[in-house]
Nanobody
Framework: QVQLVESGGGLVQAGGSLRVSCAAS????????MAWYRQAPGKQRELVAI???????NYADSVKGRFTISRDNAKNTVYLQMNRLKPEDTAVYYC????????????????WGQGTQVTVSS
């Protein structure tokens, strides 16, 4: 079993930066694909960024150039650095993980975190 715990959310002003973290239990972390999803009220959960077990990242067009996903396997942690934040980035951000990259990319990972709220004021 894998447990994912997000942290680092909060309230920031538009144009500001925030880094959210996802800490995973277990020693198998390095073999998992990891992703950040987000969900705003009334909207579907959407993929924000994904990183393979090999460390290759991909991003949604809406965040490309502003957000950076990274992983620190020694700490069993994946990060999402969010820069030049916009009000439309306001959402609950969820960490996702699965050994199978396609499952993570499709929004059906084996594991979800509880979410952390990111609010960007205008």
């Amino acid at each position: 079993q894998v447990q994912l715990v997000e942290s680092g959310g909060g309230l920031v002003q538009a144009g500001g930066s925030l880094r959210v973290s996802c800490a995973a239990s277990g020693s198998i972390f390095s073999s998992y694909a990891m992703a950040w999803y987000r969900q705003a009220p009334g909207k579907q959960r959407e993929l924000v960024a994904i990183i393979t077990s090999g460390g290759s990242p991909n991003y949604a067009d809406s965040v490309k150039g502003r957000f950076t996903i990274s992983r620190d396997n020694a700490k069993n942690t994946v990060y999402l650095q969010m820069n030049r934040l916009k009000p439309e980035d306001t959402a609950v951000y969820y960490c996702a993980a699965d050994p199978a990259l396609p499952r993570v990319a499709a929004g059906i990972p084996g594991y979800w975190g509880q979410g952390t709220q990111v609010t960007v004021s205008s």
